[in-house]
């Protein structure tokens, strides 16, 4: 683990245990979260849709993504951590109850893929970025599988949505735009933007387990 990671990965997590655990305590019932989904699919149940904000990009693939991870999120948008003012709209009108009923739902949403224990290397530029990152010590060697739950799954995640979350964790000040987190910050803050669309483009090119799962009527 970088120096960077290996100061801040214990108070942070603590934190982010303390903020989140009431949440995460729920439990999720899939078939609640799938009746109140509607609000979700308009974007993340149509396959290749995309967004103009902050810059066009596909939407997050969400099904297959853990609970814990899909909670975290939800409330990081509905608590303004997460600059995004859709989604904290669509956040902000969510209980606890309904978080978790959703995010039970999402991460039981589709078929299962079997994932290798470790990711395919990439370019050695590419492997150089994720060690500087230490990009696996959070996200496991697969990136399908974090070492803890709240951190998300990113093997086949949209390369296009990667290179802008990852943007925004670097960006401050900006009162739309931006994500606060302190370990994803400090690693975000160490590359180029050249160098995060390398980064993202690997982890896009990876199998994962995400997936975009369109309801019939979207078909």
Partial sequence: MNKFLTSFFSVVVACVTASSVHAQEIKGDAFAGEKINAMCVGCHGIVGYHTGFPEVHRVPMISGQ????????????????RKHA??????????????????????????RRPEPEKAAPGSAKAQELLTRGGCT???????????????PKIAGQHADYLYVALKAYKTEGVPQIGRANAIMGGVAKQFSNAELKELANYLGSLPGELQTVQPGRFR
Avoid: Q, T, W
Avoid at 90 to 109: G, R
Avoid at 140 to 148: A, E, I, Q, T
């Fill in 86 to 111: 859709s989604m904290r709209g669509v956040a902000a009108n969510l209980s606890d109850k309904d978080i978790a009923d959703l995010a039970a739902y999402y991460s039981d949403n589709g078929p």
């Fill in 66 to 81: 853990s609970a814990k991870y899909i909670v975290a999120a939800l409330n990081a948008y509905k608590k303004g951590e």
């Fill in 137 to 151: 010590s959070c996200h496991g060697d697969s990136f399908s599988k974090p070492v803890d739950p709240s951190y």
